[in-house]
């Protein structure tokens, strides 16, 4: 009998589509697994990073179903964005036409590769049905203070001709495109997420689960520093300046003072200066190089001496004041005094304009470390620091921060790196922000009863000039909410990060019309219990989504306060050593290795290629692999099909011949291995290769060995149970398969199998140590250690280490599991 796995997997996944297999509803009292991978942005066609992300959800939901729980699987598209109205613009297809054209596209791909979503949840968060809910949620955000107006830098991108989040600048160009950025100001709505900032760190701490590294980019990114804020009193004026500082340690070392270009008191510093024009044109231009430099460690400090002075109120020194183009006006506050002996920046500055360097912390060893081309930035002992000399950096800080407290000129304090989140977009295929502006009434929030806001069909995409809704008249003008005069709207749509910030709870209720989701339901399917994506979205999307759940909790609207306290992130699909994309023409098409080799090969191998968090290498011959795997039980139950389909799965093992008691030891110790690494380590590449050892044994007890009467009854207890495990890697060939052998149930409604700890507990044999044909001592090993296996553990032996001491061993003669010999230098 062939292989047809077109026509297998076609034939299941109908079957599957018209039973609706994966629909679930609450059933209470039943325990619930919410599995979700990462929705997909519709960009065309499925890649292969989509399929190693799903393969690995489907297994996780498929064995959680076997295992007795109420799963939710669900999936959905991401499908507002740049992208589709690039296309707009370079081959006038409309956004909307072009983003549901690739929806319909990618569905059918992922239809084909058999993946067990709950379809009828499907979301699209393109619809008005879907983005009322974002302007929903900005409305609430916008009652509570939470989003807010302000006119700002913002970076911006040539290219794109649009406003850039701090999050989509890498290393000072736009994330999509990687044109420098550049910047301009305007008014920009934001979501205040520093309100956020201290709960979002504290509560990584419940995220056990978590990957560390996801944990520690996520700290770096709300960045909480514990410090002092000190005032230097200004010379010539009543004025302070307050310095943020986390080194106060250091301050017998502050040689002059260092503002940000846009800090607020530098017009009053320079308004009597005869030179005031042009310092201020160099301060702005000390602005754009801030703003541009953000994102990187190296690059020219540069700055302009102010022609005034300020007080340290520690010694009493008077330090010049500075502009520089390192200080950010968004952090602490937006002021520094400058060590330069002890940080590398404040270094560098003052070696260019030449100003003094004073150590005052060296090395706890007692070494000056001032003739060093570099600052000393660690903790160490002050020095030429009044009373506080001879103190550690550590007790310094904390006798410091107490004394500028109790003299009135500091306090301790903290700041965060996180900044507010900008989620204004000046363009089309986005939620329309729900807000009017009137001249009599102001900024007015459109009333909840007139959402959705929705996206007008008839625009313009030139790609040039201002947002494309600002061009259309019968969007922009409107009558005002309040007094009912003309008014106009705001043409500003969202960050789509907005639209996957809550999306998961959608999917519970996709359908309901009187809220972002029903109440009732959310509290039994939430927290999702796994939650899988790829790393890049480390920060921006996992910590936004974080966000908005704490915020729902605050409005009452849910119980739990972090989404998905279990995260997974898987690696890349590497090809040619570098990661599978477009750009570097290293794709390989998953619907072309569907039709070659099937959905179940495909599947098998990216689960096969490496454990799920580490990147996979692509290899033809990998895929090419997992198909004759495959054949071969294909091969092995079709050619044997009376035999499985007339004997039942019953035995008395102790009836067994030799070979058959193996083959059933096996099967159990592989249903462990099996059911460990997919349940707990998510180690599928051991769980599938295990499986394959049990293939190959299985056909060689069927080819050789003296057979019992039992032997089919014991094959098919086999077949069965291989089968069953098989199924959530490779679900079509493996429905077929226990159809073909008599089953009338589906393999997806099978319970999870279980093991007999005696059965499955690794025979152990004992090993003969020689050394230099001398016997020695034995080791006990597992059966199926392989040489290296035996050679690592003999070498650890005490024994065979006092005999081998220091010589070298120069041969080894290994007997297959009785004997090994180490031959060693005279
Ligand atoms: C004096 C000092 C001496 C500093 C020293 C460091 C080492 P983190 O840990 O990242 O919070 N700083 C403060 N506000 C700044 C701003 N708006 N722009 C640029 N730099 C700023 O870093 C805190 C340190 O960064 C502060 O401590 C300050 O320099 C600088 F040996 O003050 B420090
Ligand atoms: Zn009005």
């Not at 000072?172 to 520093?194: A, E, H, M």
Request: charged residues 25%; aromatic residues 12%.
């Amino acid at each position: 009998m062939i292989y047809n796995f077109d026509e297998i997997e076609r034939k299941w996944q109908r079957i599957w589509e018209e039973s609706k297999k994966f629909e679930v509803t609450e059933l209470e009292g039943k325990k619930k697994y919410y599995c979700l991978e990462m929705l997909p942005y519709p960009s065309g066609k499925i890649h292969m990073g989509h399929v190693r992300n799903y393969s690995i959800g489907d297994v996780i939901a498929r064995f959680k179903k076997m295992n007795g729980y109420n799963v939710l699987h669900p999936i959905g598209w991401d499908a507002l964005g740049l992208p589709a109205e690039n296309a707009a613009i370079e081959h006038g297809i409309h956004p909307a036409k072009w983003t549901w054209d690739n929806i319909n596209t990618m569905r059918r791909q992922l239809h084909r590769l058999g993946f067990s979503y709950c379809w009828d949840r499907e979301i699209a968060t393109c619809s008005p049905e879907y983005y009322k809910w974002n302007q929903w949620f900005f409305l609430k955000m916008y009652e509570r203070g939470l989003a807010y107006r302000q006119k700002s830098l913002v970076n911006w991108c040539p290219k794109c001709a649009t406003v850039l989040a701090n999050e989509q600048v890498k290393d000072g160009n736009c994330w999509r495109c990687d044109t420098p950025v550049s910047v301009t100001k305007l008014n920009q709505w934001y979501f205040k997420i520093t309100d956020y900032a201290d709960r979002l760190l504290e509560d990584l701490d419940q995220l056990v689960d978590w990957p560390e590294k996801v944990i520690i980019m996520q700290k770096n990114w709300i960045g909480k520093s514990k410090g002092a804020r000190i005032n230097f009193k200004l010379e010539s004026s009543p004025n302070y300046i307050e310095i943020f500082t986390t080194r106060i340690d250091t301050i017998y070392g502050a040689t002059f003072l260092i503002l940000a270009p846009e800090h607020p008191l530098i017009n009053e510093l320079i308004k009597d200066d005869p030179q005031s024009e042009q310092i201020q044109r160099k301060i702005d231009e000390l602005k754009l190089q801030a703003w541009k430099n953000r994102y990187t460690e190296v690059y020219e400090k540069e700055g302009i001496f102010l022609n005034c002075y300020a007080i340290n109120p520690f010694n009493n020194e008077r330090i010049p004041v500075w502009v520089g183009n390192f200080v950010l006006m968004e952090y602490g506050t937006g002021a520094i005094m400058a060590v330069p002996a002890h940080d590398q920046r404040d270094y560098e500055f003052a070696k260019k304009y030449n100003l003094p360097i004073r150590e005052v912390i060296i090395p706890a060893d007692g070494q000056s470390t001032s003739s060093h081309q570099q600052a000393y930035t660690d903790y160490g002992i002050l020095i030429n620091s009044g009373q506080f000399s001879n103190l550690s950096s550590q007790e310094a800080i904390e006798k410091m921060t107490a004394y500028a407290n109790e003299k009135g000129f500091g306090k301790e304090s903290i700041s965060y790196k996180i900044k507010d989140w900008g989620i204004s977009r000046q363009r089309y295929w986005g939620t329309p922000i729900p807000i009017i502006y009137c001249d009599n009434c102001g900024t007015v929030p459109v009333p909840y009863e007139k959402l959705p806001v929705v996206l007008p069909e008839n625009v313009e995409f030139t790609g040039k000039g201002p947002s494309p809704l600002e061009k259309v008249e019968e969007f922009v003008n409107t009558t005002c909410p309040k007094c009912n005069r003309k008014a106009k709207r705001e043409t500003d749509t969202m960050d789509t990060f907005v639209d996957s910030s809550w999306y998961f709870l959608r999917y519970i209720s996709p359908k309901y019309q009187d809220g972002p989701f029903e109440p009732s339901k959310i509290n039994y399917w939430l927290p999702i219990d796994i939650y899988i994506g790829g790393i890049e979205h480390a920060i921006m999307h996992l910590i936004y989504f974080r966000f908005f759940t704490k915020f729902m909790k605050d409005l009452g609207l849910i119980n739990f306060s972090e989404p998905a306290p279990r995260l997974l992130t898987q690696g890349m699909v590497i090809k040619d050593g570098a990661k599978m994309s477009k750009s570097l023409g290293n794709v390989v098409d998953p619907e072309e290795l569907v039709s070659k080799y099937g959905a179940d090969s495909l599947r098998l191998w990216m689960l096969f290629a490496a454990p799920p968090e580490k990147d996979m290498e692509w290899s033809d011959s990998g895929i090419e692999g997992c198909y004759k795997f495959i054949l071969r039980i294909w091969r092995l139950v079709s050619s044997n099909l009376e035999n499985l389909k007339n004997n039942p799965a019953k035995f008395e093992i102790t009836l067994l011949s030799e070979d058959e008691k193996r083959l059933i030891k096996k099967l159990h110790q592989t249903i462990k291995k099996v059911s460990d690494n997919v349940s707990e380590r998510l180690h599928f590449n051991t769980a599938i290769s295990a499986l394959m050892e049990l293939l190959n044994l299985m056909s060689s007890v069927l080819n050789e060995g003296k057979k019992s009467t039992y032997f089919w009854n014991v094959m098919k207890e086999t077949v069965s149970k291989f089968l069953i495990m098989l199924s959530i890697f490779a679900p079509h060939v493996s429905e077929e398969l226990w159809q073909m052998i008599g089953n009338e149930t589906q393999i997806y409604d099978e319970n999870w199998i279980n093991y007999d700890p005696d059965l499955a507990k690794e025979e152990i044999i004992t090993i003969a140590i020689q050394i230099n044909g001398k016997f020695r001592t034995t080791i006990d090993v597992p059966a199926d250690s392989s040489e290296e296996d035996v050679k690592e553990k003999a070498k650890e032996n005490a024994i065979v280490q006092k005999h081998i001491a220091s010589k070298t061993i120069i041969k080894t003669i290994y007997v297959p599991l009785k004997l090994i010999n180490f031959i060693t230098e005279k």
